[in-house]
């Protein structure tokens, strides 16, 4: 991502901060985390995330979703050289509405558009409606994606230990750790 891009964005996302009412000190602003997936389309493909916490046994993140932007489908895997189960999260939505997407019977209709670049990389259709003040709790190792609807969103996630970088994505061009770039 263009430091350009990230300039522009971040102080729209910290405005969605802001609508749902969570504060955030000025470290957690400046570390704010805005993923493109290294796909470039930032506002199609993206998520924005303060880490909160993270350590061995627990993390909690809040993630900004812009209207309509997508997490694409992942899933986060055992590791056994580490003694890792895989993560096990929970997404409690704070402001706005998420579609989610997990393993089973598919929707007979959905609510989420796939992206037109990499559409064929999502192949999970069991639809989850997240309202203000609802949560899900997605187990090790299953497939899942996300998107926001047309006010966009505000997730509470809350987790076991968080490894982001053996995140496994359906679509193998995606690199999940951002890289800011002049």
């Known amino acids: 991502m263009k430091k350009s891009v990230y300039q522009h964005f971040k102080p729209i996302i910290l405005d969605y901060y802001d609508k749902a009412h969570i504060v955030l000190t000025e470290q957690e602003k400046d570390n704010l985390e805005i993923a493109d997936f290294g796909l470039d389309q930032f ?8 880490t909160l916490i993270n350590t061995d046994r627990c993390c909690a993140k809040e993630m900004v979703l812009l209207p309509g932007q997508t997490c694409p489908e992942h ?3 055992a590791i056994p050289e580490l003694n890792y189960p895989g993560k096990e999260e929970t997404f409690r939505c704070r ?6 997407y997990v393993e089973g ?3 007979s209709s ?3 558009i796939l992206p037109e670049s ?7 259709f069991h639809e989850i409606v997240l309202n203000e003040g609802e949560q899900y709790t997605i187990y090790p ?4 994606w996300f998107q926001a609807g047309p006010a966009g969103a505000v997730v509470s996630e809350f987790s076991t230990r968080s490894l982001d970088e053996y995140d496994i994505f ?3 061009r995606i690199d999940r750790i951002p890289r800011i770039e002049d």
Do not use: C, M
């Open 118 to 124: 990499g559409k064929e990389h999502y192949s999970v």
């Open 105 to 107: 019977e598919p929707s």
């Open 141 to 144: 190792n299953t497939k899942h």
């Open 95 to 100: 402001y706005g509405t998420v579609y989610l």
């Open 43 to 50: 506002a199609l493909v993206g998520l924005s995330i303060v």
């Open 170 to 172: 359906a679509d193998p």
């Open 75 to 77: 899933r986060h895997p």
């Open 110 to 112: 959905i609510r989420g």
